[in-house]
Nanobody, 125 residues
Framework: QVRLVESGGGLVQAGGSLRLSCAAS????????MTWFRQAPGKEREFIAT????????NYADSVKDRFTISRDNAKNTMILQMNSLKPEDTAVYYC??????????????????WGQGTQVTVSS
């Protein structure tokens, strides 16, 4: 089992920045990929950004490309999401997810084995 704990959410004005962290513990040696999703009220959980744990390759949703940066610290088993130029539409609960094994897809929640509890991000206009 892998346990994920997010931190760093909060309230920020539009144009501001926040940095989210996701700390992994347990059988982290099985993790191949970690990803950030978000879910706004009344909406489905949405893919934001992903990182391959071994290689470090990244991919982003178009809605956050050039504003958000995903990174990882393998030694600390931590994934980071640096969010800049935040917009009110970025308001959501942000979740980190991890999966064992490998696969071609990474944007749907069903592809992930472990989830954090979520952290609220609120961007005021």
């Amino acid at each position: 089992q892998v346990r994920l704990v997010e931190s760093g959410g909060g309230l920020v004005q539009a144009g501001g920045s926040l940095r989210l962290s996701c700390a992994a513990s347990g059988r982290t040696f099985t993790v191949s990929r970690m990803t950030w999703f978000r879910q706004a009220p009344g909406k489905e959980r949405e893919f934001i950004a992903t990182i391959s744990w071994s290689i470090g390759s990244t991919n982003y949703a178009d809605s956050v490309k050039d504003r958000f940066t995903i990174s990882r610290d393998n030694a600390k088993n931590t994934m980071i999401l640096q969010m800049n130029s935040l917009k009110p539409e970025d308001t959501a609960v942000y979740y980190c997810a991890a999966r064992d094994g490998y696969g071609s897809g990474y944007t749907t929640p069903l592809e992930y084995d472990y989830w954090g509890q979520g952290t609220q991000v609120t961007v005021s206009s």
